[in-house]
Protein backbone atom coordinates (compact mmCIF):
# COMPACT_ATOMS: atom_id res chain seq x y z
CA UNK A 1 0.00 0.00 0.00
CA UNK A 2 2.92 2.21 0.80
CA UNK A 3 4.67 1.49 -1.76
CA UNK A 4 1.60 2.33 -4.39
CA UNK A 5 1.10 5.61 -2.54
CA UNK A 6 4.77 6.21 -3.47
CA UNK A 7 4.45 5.59 -7.15
CA UNK A 8 1.50 7.90 -6.98
CA UNK A 9 3.63 10.88 -5.35
CA UNK A 10 6.37 10.13 -7.65
CA UNK A 11 3.95 10.21 -10.75
CA UNK A 12 2.45 13.11 -9.71
CA UNK A 13 5.93 15.09 -9.09
CA UNK A 14 6.86 14.12 -12.91
CA UNK A 15 3.53 15.69 -14.01
CA UNK A 16 4.23 18.66 -12.08
CA UNK A 17 8.06 18.88 -13.07
CA UNK A 18 6.87 18.38 -16.66
CA UNK A 19 3.78 21.12 -16.93
CA UNK A 20 6.55 24.18 -14.54
CA UNK A 21 9.04 23.29 -17.51
CA UNK A 22 6.11 23.85 -20.15
CA UNK A 23 5.61 27.06 -18.60
CA UNK A 24 8.92 28.45 -17.75
CA UNK A 25 9.64 27.17 -21.75
CA UNK A 26 6.20 29.13 -22.86
CA UNK A 27 7.06 32.09 -20.67
CA UNK A 28 10.65 32.21 -22.04
CA UNK A 29 9.13 32.17 -25.61
CA UNK A 30 6.41 35.34 -24.90
CA UNK A 31 9.10 36.92 -23.30
CA UNK A 32 11.34 37.00 -26.58
CA UNK A 33 8.15 37.03 -29.00
CA UNK A 34 7.17 40.76 -26.52
CA UNK A 35 11.01 42.26 -27.01
CA UNK A 36 10.68 41.76 -30.74
CA UNK A 37 7.13 43.71 -30.86
CA UNK A 38 5.28 46.29 -29.07
CA UNK A 39 4.80 45.65 -25.58
CA UNK A 40 1.46 45.00 -24.37
CA UNK A 41 1.73 48.04 -22.47
CA UNK A 42 2.25 49.85 -25.97
CA UNK A 43 5.66 51.63 -26.14
CA UNK A 44 7.73 51.45 -28.76
CA UNK A 45 11.48 52.17 -28.52
CA UNK A 46 13.55 54.00 -31.55
CA UNK A 47 16.26 54.00 -32.58
CA UNK A 48 17.94 57.15 -33.89
CA UNK A 49 21.26 58.03 -34.53
CA UNK A 50 21.66 61.60 -32.83
CA UNK A 51 19.94 63.27 -29.50
CA UNK A 52 16.66 65.62 -29.81
CA UNK A 53 18.76 68.37 -28.69
CA UNK A 54 17.36 71.51 -27.37
CA UNK A 55 13.64 71.12 -27.88
CA UNK A 56 13.03 75.03 -28.28
CA UNK A 57 10.38 74.92 -31.53
CA UNK A 58 10.82 78.44 -32.25
CA UNK A 59 15.07 77.52 -33.00
CA UNK A 60 16.42 75.03 -35.21
CA UNK A 61 18.63 72.26 -33.11
CA UNK A 62 15.76 70.38 -32.37
CA UNK A 63 14.72 66.90 -33.42
CA UNK A 64 11.84 67.35 -35.72
CA UNK A 65 10.19 63.88 -35.40
CA UNK A 66 10.46 64.86 -31.78
CA UNK A 67 9.20 68.14 -31.90
CA UNK A 68 6.35 67.35 -34.00
CA UNK A 69 5.15 65.15 -30.63
CA UNK A 70 4.93 67.62 -28.63
CA UNK A 71 3.94 70.83 -30.40
CA UNK A 72 1.15 71.63 -32.40
CA UNK A 73 -0.34 74.53 -35.18
CA UNK A 74 -3.09 76.26 -35.98
CA UNK A 75 -3.33 74.38 -38.99
CA UNK A 76 -2.67 70.96 -40.04
CA UNK A 77 -1.08 70.26 -43.65
CA UNK A 78 -2.84 66.75 -44.98
CA UNK A 79 -3.55 64.72 -48.50
CA UNK A 80 -6.82 66.62 -48.68
CA UNK A 81 -5.12 69.63 -47.72
CA UNK A 82 -5.04 72.42 -44.87
CA UNK A 83 -7.29 71.16 -42.09
CA UNK A 84 -8.01 72.68 -38.28
CA UNK A 85 -5.67 72.00 -35.55
CA UNK A 86 -5.71 74.51 -32.73
CA UNK A 87 -7.51 76.69 -34.95
CA UNK A 88 -11.15 75.35 -35.34
CA UNK A 89 -11.64 77.91 -38.34
CA UNK A 90 -10.63 80.65 -40.06
CA UNK A 91 -11.57 83.62 -42.89
CA UNK A 92 -8.95 85.18 -45.16
CA UNK A 93 -10.04 88.77 -46.09
CA UNK A 94 -10.57 89.53 -49.66
CA UNK A 95 -7.23 91.09 -50.33
CA UNK A 96 -5.45 88.33 -49.10
CA UNK A 97 -3.97 90.25 -46.01
CA UNK A 98 -5.56 89.53 -42.85
CA UNK A 99 -5.95 85.85 -41.72
CA UNK A 100 -8.70 85.63 -38.92
CA UNK A 101 -8.52 82.16 -36.42
CA UNK A 102 -11.08 80.80 -34.40
CA UNK A 103 -9.33 79.00 -31.79
CA UNK A 104 -9.94 75.67 -30.11
CA UNK A 105 -11.69 75.84 -26.90
CA UNK A 106 -10.64 74.04 -23.40
CA UNK A 107 -6.76 73.33 -25.00
CA UNK A 108 -4.23 73.82 -22.40
CA UNK A 109 -0.17 73.18 -22.43
CA UNK A 110 1.37 69.80 -20.75
CA UNK A 111 2.05 72.50 -18.03
CA UNK A 112 -1.52 73.02 -17.07
CA UNK A 113 -1.71 76.50 -18.86
CA UNK A 114 -4.59 77.85 -20.94
CA UNK A 115 -4.19 77.86 -24.78
CA UNK A 116 -5.37 80.94 -25.97
CA UNK A 117 -5.11 83.76 -28.12
CA UNK A 118 -3.11 85.82 -26.04
CA UNK A 119 -0.60 82.50 -26.03
CA UNK A 120 -0.75 82.24 -29.63
CA UNK A 121 0.53 86.55 -29.91
CA UNK A 122 3.07 85.71 -27.37
CA UNK A 123 4.30 82.74 -29.13
CA UNK A 124 4.33 84.94 -32.49
CA UNK A 125 5.83 87.65 -31.50
CA UNK A 126 8.79 85.70 -30.16
CA UNK A 127 9.03 83.82 -33.83
CA UNK A 128 9.05 87.75 -35.32
CA UNK A 129 11.21 89.07 -32.88
CA UNK A 130 13.85 86.69 -34.14
CA UNK A 131 13.37 87.69 -37.58
CA UNK A 132 16.79 87.38 -39.03
CA UNK A 133 16.67 83.41 -37.82
CA UNK A 134 13.54 82.92 -39.56
CA UNK A 135 14.17 84.29 -42.84
CA UNK A 136 13.92 81.49 -44.74
CA UNK A 137 10.66 81.51 -44.06
CA UNK A 138 8.86 83.81 -46.45
CA UNK A 139 5.82 84.18 -44.30
CA UNK A 140 8.49 85.64 -41.54
CA UNK A 141 8.72 88.69 -44.08
CA UNK A 142 5.29 89.53 -44.63
CA UNK A 143 4.16 89.36 -41.10
CA UNK A 144 3.01 92.95 -39.60
CA UNK A 145 1.49 92.08 -36.41
CA UNK A 146 -0.89 89.91 -34.46
CA UNK A 147 -3.40 91.12 -32.64
CA UNK A 148 -5.80 89.70 -30.12
CA UNK A 149 -9.71 90.11 -30.64
CA UNK A 150 -10.62 88.07 -28.55
CA UNK A 151 -9.92 85.48 -25.48
CA UNK A 152 -10.10 82.69 -28.45
CA UNK A 153 -10.05 84.67 -31.70
CA UNK A 154 -6.49 85.84 -33.03
CA UNK A 155 -5.64 88.12 -36.36
CA UNK A 156 -2.46 87.58 -38.54
CA UNK A 157 -2.28 90.86 -40.34
CA UNK A 158 0.26 90.31 -43.62
CA UNK A 159 2.15 92.96 -45.50
CA UNK A 160 0.93 91.66 -48.88
CA UNK A 161 -1.02 88.75 -50.12
CA UNK A 162 0.78 85.59 -49.32
CA UNK A 163 -0.74 82.39 -50.51
CA UNK A 164 0.88 79.59 -48.77
CA UNK A 165 0.73 81.41 -45.24
CA UNK A 166 -2.03 78.59 -44.07
CA UNK A 167 1.17 76.21 -45.28
CA UNK A 168 3.97 77.25 -43.94
CA UNK A 169 1.90 77.88 -40.77
CA UNK A 170 1.78 74.40 -40.66
CA UNK A 171 5.12 73.16 -40.53
CA UNK A 172 6.60 71.43 -37.89
CA UNK A 173 8.45 74.87 -36.60
CA UNK A 174 8.81 78.01 -35.92
CA UNK A 175 5.01 79.01 -36.23
CA UNK A 176 4.13 76.35 -33.16
CA UNK A 177 3.18 76.89 -29.81
CA UNK A 178 4.68 76.47 -26.35
CA UNK A 179 3.52 77.60 -22.81
CA UNK A 180 4.51 80.92 -22.40
CA UNK A 181 5.68 79.77 -18.81
CA UNK A 182 8.72 78.20 -20.45
CA UNK A 183 9.79 81.60 -21.78
CA UNK A 184 12.83 83.29 -20.92
CA UNK A 185 12.84 87.72 -21.00
CA UNK A 186 9.40 86.99 -22.56
CA UNK A 187 10.59 85.37 -25.37
CA UNK A 188 12.16 82.31 -26.76
CA UNK A 189 15.26 83.34 -28.78
CA UNK A 190 17.53 83.37 -25.92
CA UNK A 191 16.27 79.75 -24.75
CA UNK A 192 13.42 78.16 -22.82
CA UNK A 193 13.26 76.49 -19.48
CA UNK A 194 10.98 73.81 -20.28
CA UNK A 195 9.02 72.06 -22.93
CA UNK A 196 5.74 72.14 -22.55
CA UNK A 197 3.78 72.04 -25.73
CA UNK A 198 -0.04 71.19 -26.29
CA UNK A 199 0.58 67.73 -28.27
CA UNK A 200 -0.56 64.26 -27.65
CA UNK A 201 2.92 63.73 -26.19
CA UNK A 202 4.61 64.90 -22.91
CA UNK A 203 8.74 64.69 -22.41
CA UNK A 204 9.02 63.27 -19.22
CA UNK A 205 12.73 62.38 -19.18
CA UNK A 206 15.87 62.75 -21.47
CA UNK A 207 19.32 62.06 -20.86
CA UNK A 208 21.79 63.51 -23.32
CA UNK A 209 23.17 61.28 -26.26
CA UNK A 210 21.63 58.00 -24.26
CA UNK A 211 18.13 58.34 -24.81
CA UNK A 212 14.64 60.85 -24.60
CA UNK A 213 11.20 59.55 -22.92
CA UNK A 214 7.98 60.45 -24.40
CA UNK A 215 4.24 59.48 -22.59
CA UNK A 216 1.24 59.91 -24.02
CA UNK A 217 -0.37 63.43 -22.39
CA UNK A 218 -3.63 61.96 -20.91
CA UNK A 219 -5.40 65.37 -21.21
CA UNK A 220 -4.46 65.63 -25.02
CA UNK A 221 -7.80 67.59 -26.25
CA UNK A 222 -7.58 65.22 -29.45
CA UNK A 223 -8.05 61.86 -26.53
CA UNK A 224 -4.93 59.95 -25.18
CA UNK A 225 -3.09 58.40 -27.63
CA UNK A 226 -3.09 54.53 -27.50
CA UNK A 227 0.48 54.20 -28.33
CA UNK A 228 1.09 55.26 -24.42
CA UNK A 229 5.07 55.35 -24.45
CA UNK A 230 7.92 56.43 -27.08
CA UNK A 231 11.31 56.29 -26.33
CA UNK A 232 14.09 57.83 -28.94
CA UNK A 233 17.34 55.68 -27.97
CA UNK A 234 20.50 57.09 -29.16
CA UNK A 235 22.38 54.34 -31.36
CA UNK A 236 24.99 54.29 -33.73
CA UNK A 237 23.61 53.26 -37.51
CA UNK A 238 24.89 50.18 -39.29
CA UNK A 239 25.20 46.69 -36.97
CA UNK A 240 25.05 48.26 -33.74
CA UNK A 241 21.31 48.90 -34.45
CA UNK A 242 20.75 46.29 -36.17
CA UNK A 243 21.76 44.25 -33.01
CA UNK A 244 19.98 45.98 -31.13
CA UNK A 245 16.60 45.49 -33.11
CA UNK A 246 17.42 41.58 -32.81
CA UNK A 247 18.18 41.57 -29.07
CA UNK A 248 14.63 43.61 -28.52
CA UNK A 249 16.55 46.74 -26.79
CA UNK A 250 14.77 48.53 -29.94
CA UNK A 251 11.77 47.83 -31.95
CA UNK A 252 11.39 50.70 -34.63
CA UNK A 253 13.40 52.27 -36.71
CA UNK A 254 12.66 54.94 -39.79
CA UNK A 255 14.49 57.32 -41.96
CA UNK A 256 15.78 60.51 -39.79
CA UNK A 257 15.56 64.30 -40.48
CA UNK A 258 18.52 64.20 -42.32
CA UNK A 259 17.17 61.52 -44.96
CA UNK A 260 19.52 59.12 -43.03
CA UNK A 261 18.56 55.42 -42.48
CA UNK A 262 20.01 53.68 -38.93
CA UNK A 263 20.01 50.03 -41.08
CA UNK A 264 20.89 49.25 -44.72
CA UNK A 265 18.14 47.60 -46.71
CA UNK A 266 19.66 44.46 -46.36
CA UNK A 267 19.55 44.37 -42.19
CA UNK A 268 15.83 46.19 -43.39
CA UNK A 269 14.85 42.94 -45.23
CA UNK A 270 16.48 40.39 -43.17
CA UNK A 271 14.48 41.84 -40.36
CA UNK A 272 10.97 41.55 -42.31
CA UNK A 273 12.09 37.77 -43.10
CA UNK A 274 12.52 36.85 -39.61
CA UNK A 275 8.44 37.40 -39.42
CA UNK A 276 8.54 39.99 -36.81
CA UNK A 277 9.08 42.74 -38.99
CA UNK A 278 6.83 44.74 -41.41
CA UNK A 279 8.78 47.50 -44.01
CA UNK A 280 6.55 50.71 -44.85
CA UNK A 281 7.60 53.25 -47.33
CA UNK A 282 6.04 56.77 -47.87
CA UNK A 283 4.85 58.31 -51.30
CA UNK A 284 8.51 60.19 -52.39
CA UNK A 285 9.44 63.23 -50.07
CA UNK A 286 12.12 65.43 -51.93
CA UNK A 287 14.48 64.60 -55.03
CA UNK A 288 18.36 64.50 -54.86
CA UNK A 289 19.54 66.12 -57.44
CA UNK A 290 22.78 67.92 -59.06
CA UNK A 291 22.64 71.81 -58.95
CA UNK A 292 24.64 73.37 -61.88
CA UNK A 293 25.52 77.03 -61.83
CA UNK A 294 24.40 78.97 -65.21
CA UNK A 295 26.16 81.70 -63.62
CA UNK A 296 29.50 80.89 -63.75
CA UNK A 297 30.48 82.07 -67.24
CA UNK A 298 33.39 80.79 -67.26
CA UNK A 299 32.25 77.24 -66.90
CA UNK A 300 31.16 75.06 -69.41
CA UNK A 301 28.01 74.26 -67.17
CA UNK A 302 27.06 77.79 -67.81
CA UNK A 303 25.87 76.40 -71.84
CA UNK A 304 22.31 74.29 -71.54
CA UNK A 305 23.70 72.22 -73.84
CA UNK A 306 25.99 70.90 -71.91
CA UNK A 307 23.61 70.65 -68.42
CA UNK A 308 21.48 68.67 -70.97
CA UNK A 309 24.08 66.16 -72.30
CA UNK A 310 24.82 65.63 -68.42
CA UNK A 311 21.44 64.93 -67.60
CA UNK A 312 21.60 62.20 -70.18
CA UNK A 313 24.35 60.92 -69.39
CA UNK A 314 23.30 59.60 -66.00
CA UNK A 315 21.82 56.01 -65.71
CA UNK A 316 19.34 56.61 -62.78
CA UNK A 317 17.91 53.44 -62.77
CA UNK A 318 21.28 51.88 -61.48
CA UNK A 319 21.80 54.71 -59.32
CA UNK A 320 18.59 53.84 -57.20
CA UNK A 321 18.93 49.82 -57.64
CA UNK A 322 22.70 49.00 -57.20
CA UNK A 323 24.03 52.32 -55.34
CA UNK A 324 20.92 53.23 -52.92
CA UNK A 325 19.57 49.21 -52.67
CA UNK A 326 15.96 50.67 -53.81
CA UNK A 327 15.30 52.88 -51.26
CA UNK A 328 14.74 55.54 -53.10
CA UNK A 329 13.21 55.56 -56.68
CA UNK A 330 14.59 57.14 -60.11
CA UNK A 331 13.47 61.05 -60.47
CA UNK A 332 12.88 62.92 -63.90
CA UNK A 333 11.84 66.06 -62.75
CA UNK A 334 12.66 68.47 -60.16
CA UNK A 335 9.51 67.58 -58.05
CA UNK A 336 7.68 64.27 -58.06
CA UNK A 337 3.97 64.43 -59.26
CA UNK A 338 2.42 63.78 -55.68
CA UNK A 339 3.69 68.09 -54.84
CA UNK A 340 0.94 70.24 -55.57
CA UNK A 341 1.33 72.11 -58.93
CA UNK A 342 4.26 69.49 -59.82
CA UNK A 343 2.29 67.34 -62.16
CA UNK A 344 3.54 69.19 -64.87
CA UNK A 345 4.13 67.77 -68.52
CA UNK A 346 7.64 68.22 -69.12
CA UNK A 347 10.28 66.26 -71.55
CA UNK A 348 11.56 63.52 -70.26
CA UNK A 349 15.14 62.62 -70.20
CA UNK A 350 15.78 59.08 -69.69
CA UNK A 351 19.36 57.70 -69.60
CA UNK A 352 20.53 57.77 -73.72
CA UNK A 353 24.84 58.37 -73.93
CA UNK A 354 24.44 58.65 -77.92
CA UNK A 355 22.12 61.54 -77.32
CA UNK A 356 24.63 63.13 -74.91
CA UNK A 357 26.78 62.69 -77.32
CA UNK A 358 24.71 64.39 -79.93
CA UNK A 359 23.96 67.19 -77.99
CA UNK A 360 27.39 67.90 -77.25
CA UNK A 361 28.40 68.22 -81.12
CA UNK A 362 25.75 69.72 -82.41
CA UNK A 363 26.77 72.46 -79.61
CA UNK A 364 30.60 72.65 -80.64
CA UNK A 365 32.48 70.58 -78.18
CA UNK A 366 34.31 67.68 -80.35
CA UNK A 367 35.86 64.83 -79.47
CA UNK A 368 39.36 64.54 -81.25
CA UNK A 369 40.65 61.39 -82.60
CA UNK A 370 42.56 59.15 -79.67
CA UNK A 371 41.25 61.84 -77.16
CA UNK A 372 39.08 61.52 -73.90
CA UNK A 373 38.21 64.80 -73.49
CA UNK A 374 36.02 67.10 -75.95
CA UNK A 375 37.20 70.70 -76.46
CA UNK A 376 35.57 73.61 -78.15
CA UNK A 377 37.62 76.97 -78.99
CA UNK A 378 40.43 75.52 -77.16
CA UNK A 379 38.97 74.82 -73.87
CA UNK A 380 38.57 71.21 -72.47
CA UNK A 381 35.47 70.09 -71.06
CA UNK A 382 35.94 69.65 -67.18
CA UNK A 383 34.00 70.25 -64.50
CA UNK A 384 34.13 70.07 -61.36
CA UNK A 385 31.11 68.26 -58.91
CA UNK A 386 31.39 68.63 -55.12
CA UNK A 387 29.68 66.13 -52.40
CA UNK A 388 29.18 65.66 -48.78
CA UNK A 389 32.16 63.72 -47.60
CA UNK A 390 29.89 62.31 -44.50
CA UNK A 391 27.94 60.90 -46.94
CA UNK A 392 28.95 57.38 -48.55
CA UNK A 393 26.13 57.16 -50.75
CA UNK A 394 26.83 60.33 -52.37
CA UNK A 395 30.66 59.54 -52.88
CA UNK A 396 29.89 56.55 -54.66
CA UNK A 397 26.84 58.14 -56.65
CA UNK A 398 29.77 60.91 -57.77
CA UNK A 399 32.21 58.32 -58.50
CA UNK A 400 29.70 56.31 -60.81
CA UNK A 401 28.44 59.83 -62.43
CA UNK A 402 31.67 60.11 -63.09
CA UNK A 403 32.72 57.23 -65.11
CA UNK A 404 29.28 57.86 -67.27
CA UNK A 405 30.21 61.31 -67.96
CA UNK A 406 34.06 59.69 -68.87
CA UNK A 407 31.88 58.11 -71.77
CA UNK A 408 30.80 60.89 -73.76
CA UNK A 409 33.81 62.99 -73.02
CA UNK A 410 33.66 65.05 -69.99
CA UNK A 411 36.38 65.21 -67.33
CA UNK A 412 34.52 65.33 -64.02
CA UNK A 413 36.81 66.16 -61.16
CA UNK A 414 34.93 65.25 -57.75
CA UNK A 415 35.41 66.68 -54.78
CA UNK A 416 34.02 65.48 -50.68
CA UNK A 417 34.04 68.52 -48.73
CA UNK A 418 32.13 69.16 -45.30
CA UNK A 419 28.36 69.62 -45.74
CA UNK A 420 28.87 73.50 -44.64
CA UNK A 421 31.39 74.19 -46.98
CA UNK A 422 29.11 72.73 -49.75
CA UNK A 423 26.18 75.46 -48.87
CA UNK A 424 29.11 78.09 -48.64
CA UNK A 425 30.11 77.43 -52.31
CA UNK A 426 25.92 77.56 -53.32
CA UNK A 427 26.06 80.74 -51.62
CA UNK A 428 29.12 82.25 -53.06
CA UNK A 429 28.44 80.65 -56.42
CA UNK A 430 32.01 79.05 -56.15
CA UNK A 431 31.03 75.80 -57.69
CA UNK A 432 30.10 73.94 -61.33
CA UNK A 433 27.87 71.16 -59.66
CA UNK A 434 27.04 69.85 -56.57
CA UNK A 435 24.72 67.19 -54.41
CA UNK A 436 21.62 69.17 -53.07
CA UNK A 437 17.95 68.29 -52.18
CA UNK A 438 14.49 69.62 -52.59
CA UNK A 439 12.68 70.91 -49.01
CA UNK A 440 10.41 68.14 -49.41
CA UNK A 441 6.88 67.65 -48.91
CA UNK A 442 5.29 70.53 -47.22
CA UNK A 443 7.47 72.71 -48.13
CA UNK A 444 7.56 72.60 -51.88
CA UNK A 445 7.13 73.91 -54.49
CA UNK A 446 6.79 77.26 -52.72
CA UNK A 447 10.12 77.15 -50.63
CA UNK A 448 12.60 75.53 -52.52
CA UNK A 449 11.27 77.51 -56.09
CA UNK A 450 11.64 80.72 -53.52
CA UNK A 451 15.36 79.74 -53.00
CA UNK A 452 15.95 80.06 -56.97
CA UNK A 453 15.83 84.16 -56.31
CA UNK A 454 18.03 83.96 -53.10
CA UNK A 455 22.03 84.31 -52.98
CA UNK A 456 21.80 81.79 -50.05
CA UNK A 457 19.83 78.81 -52.16
CA UNK A 458 19.99 78.82 -55.94
CA UNK A 459 20.44 82.65 -57.13
CA UNK A 460 23.47 81.30 -58.86
CA UNK A 461 21.55 78.35 -60.31
CA UNK A 462 19.15 80.64 -61.93
CA UNK A 463 20.53 83.79 -62.57
CA UNK A 464 22.50 82.80 -65.64
CA UNK A 465 19.50 81.26 -67.95
CA UNK A 466 18.13 83.13 -70.69
CA UNK A 467 14.81 83.50 -69.27
CA UNK A 468 16.08 84.36 -65.67
CA UNK A 469 14.17 87.99 -65.31
CA UNK A 470 10.99 86.37 -66.56
CA UNK A 471 11.25 83.46 -63.76
CA UNK A 472 11.45 86.22 -61.34
CA UNK A 473 8.58 87.43 -62.27
CA UNK A 474 6.67 84.90 -62.25
CA UNK A 475 7.86 83.74 -59.01
CA UNK A 476 7.23 86.88 -57.53
CA UNK A 477 2.97 86.17 -58.94
CA UNK A 478 2.39 83.12 -57.94
CA UNK A 479 3.43 83.42 -53.92
CA UNK A 480 1.02 86.51 -54.21
CA UNK A 481 -1.71 85.32 -56.18
CA UNK A 482 -5.41 84.94 -54.88
CA UNK A 483 -7.00 82.74 -57.53
CA UNK A 484 -5.69 79.04 -57.68
CA UNK A 485 -6.01 78.20 -61.47
CA UNK A 486 -3.41 81.42 -61.76
CA UNK A 487 -1.24 80.13 -59.49
CA UNK A 488 -1.08 76.42 -61.64
CA UNK A 489 -0.19 78.38 -64.52
CA UNK A 490 2.42 80.19 -63.30
CA UNK A 491 3.40 77.14 -61.60
CA UNK A 492 3.45 75.41 -64.63
CA UNK A 493 5.55 78.42 -66.08
CA UNK A 494 8.53 78.13 -63.49
CA UNK A 495 8.80 74.32 -63.77
CA UNK A 496 9.02 74.52 -67.51
CA UNK A 497 11.30 77.02 -67.53
CA UNK A 498 13.91 75.61 -65.35
CA UNK A 499 13.35 71.89 -66.88
CA UNK A 500 14.21 73.41 -70.16
CA UNK A 501 17.23 74.82 -69.16
CA UNK A 502 18.42 71.56 -66.90
CA UNK A 503 19.87 73.84 -63.72
CA UNK A 504 18.38 71.27 -61.47
CA UNK A 505 19.04 67.61 -62.79
CA UNK A 506 17.10 64.86 -60.95
CA UNK A 507 18.29 61.60 -59.80
CA UNK A 508 16.04 60.12 -57.29
CA UNK A 509 13.36 60.69 -54.68
CA UNK A 510 13.62 60.21 -51.63
CA UNK A 511 11.07 58.27 -49.34
CA UNK A 512 10.84 57.75 -45.42
CA UNK A 513 11.73 54.16 -44.92
CA UNK A 514 9.42 52.42 -41.51
CA UNK A 515 10.24 49.12 -40.00
CA UNK A 516 8.51 48.22 -37.22
CA UNK A 517 6.87 45.30 -35.13
CA UNK A 518 4.01 43.50 -37.11
CA UNK A 519 1.90 44.34 -34.40
CA UNK A 520 1.95 47.95 -35.13
CA UNK A 521 -0.90 49.16 -36.57
CA UNK A 522 -2.32 52.35 -38.21
CA UNK A 523 1.34 53.28 -39.62
CA UNK A 524 1.02 56.51 -41.72
CA UNK A 525 3.11 59.58 -42.70
CA UNK A 526 2.52 62.99 -42.77
CA UNK A 527 2.61 65.60 -45.39
CA UNK A 528 6.17 66.18 -44.22
CA UNK A 529 9.70 63.77 -44.05
CA UNK A 530 10.10 65.34 -40.56
CA UNK A 531 7.37 63.85 -38.65
CA UNK A 532 5.34 60.62 -38.04
CA UNK A 533 2.23 60.61 -36.40
CA UNK A 534 2.85 58.41 -33.70
CA UNK A 535 -0.77 59.46 -31.85
CA UNK A 536 -2.26 57.29 -34.56
CA UNK A 537 -0.35 53.74 -33.89
CA UNK A 538 -1.58 50.67 -31.90
CA UNK A 539 -1.03 47.22 -31.42
CA UNK A 540 -3.08 44.22 -31.61
Not at 151 to 179: G, K
Not at 493 to 516: Q, S, W, Y
Request: charged share 25%; hydrophobic share 35%; net charge negative.
Amino acid sequence: MIVKKLKIVALMFLVLSMLVACSAHSTNSDSKNKKRGASNNRELVIATTKDINDMNPHLYAGSMPAQGMVYESLVENTKDGIKPLLAESWEISKDGKVYTFHLRKGVKFHDGEPFNAEAVKKNIDAVQNNAEKHAWIKLSTKIVSCNVIDEYTVELVLSEPYYPTLLELSLTRPYVFMSPKDFTNGGTKDGVKGYHGTGPYVLTEHKVDQYATFEANPNYWGGSPKMKKITFKVLPAGETTFLALQKGEVNFVFTDDRGVDSIDIEAMNQLVDSGNYQLVKSEPMNTKMIVANSSKVDSPVSETAVREAIWYAIDRKTISKDILNGTETVANTLFSSNVPYADVDLKKRGYDLEKAKEILEKAGWTLEKGAEVRTKDGKKLAVKLYYDSNSPSQKAEAEFIQSSLKEIGVKLEIIGEESTSIANRRTTGDYDLLFNQTWGLAYDPQSTIAGFTSESAYLHTTSGIAEADELYKKIKEVTGSTDEETRKSLYADILTIVHDEAVFIPITNGRITIVAPKNVKGISFKQTQFELPFEQMDVE
